[in-house]
């Protein structure tokens, strides 16, 4: 499983001081991002030299406690099925390294696609082998 951590920022946060739901996404996509990058898959590169992108085609999230200013957080992606165009993520949010206190799950569902037509194309076989070999 990858981890990154997060440290929640002010401008993360609602009038509460809480962290505005839709900002956990935005950490969800700052793991997955930086697994892919742990796996030697720079996106820009991707969408340069193959015309490739990877697109969210669905999210399920449940919001457990809320995450406040100044939080240190760890959020981890791990790669629960892949298919030979599309991945689905089980992500957790955790307040600290602990893991103990967790405060958000989603499933995040990505699809590998041409950039020009958005249509489905197969996920590049280096990426699939640097995928396996994480496992």
């Keep these: 499983m990858f981890t990154w951590p997060v440290r929640v920022y002010y401008e993360d946060t609602d009038l509460g001081g809480v962290v505005y739901y839709a900002n956990y996404l935005r950490f969800l996509e700052r793991a997955r ?3 892919l990058r742990s796996l030697g898959c720079d996106q820009t590169e991707l969408l340069e030299q193959r015309g490739l992108l990877f697109m969210i ?3 399920e999230i449940r ?6 200013f100044n939080d ?3 959020v ?3 790669l629960a099925r892949r298919r030979r ?3 689905r993520f089980s992500q957790t949010i955790y307040r600290d390294d602990s893991q103990q206190e967790r405060l958000v799950e989603a499933s995040v ?3 590998c696609v041409e950039a020009a037509s958005l249509s489905p194309r197969p996920i590049p076989e280096q990426l699939l082998a640097a995928m396996e070999r994480d496992r």
């Design 76 to 78: 981890t992606a791990e």
């Design 109 to 111: 569902d990505a699809a």
């Design 33 to 35: 991002t930086e697994w």
């Design 85 to 87: 165009v599309s991945m």
């Design 72 to 74: 240190r957080l760890c």
């Design 57 to 59: 085609t669905g999210v």
């Design 63 to 68: 919001y457990r406690k809320p995450a406040r």
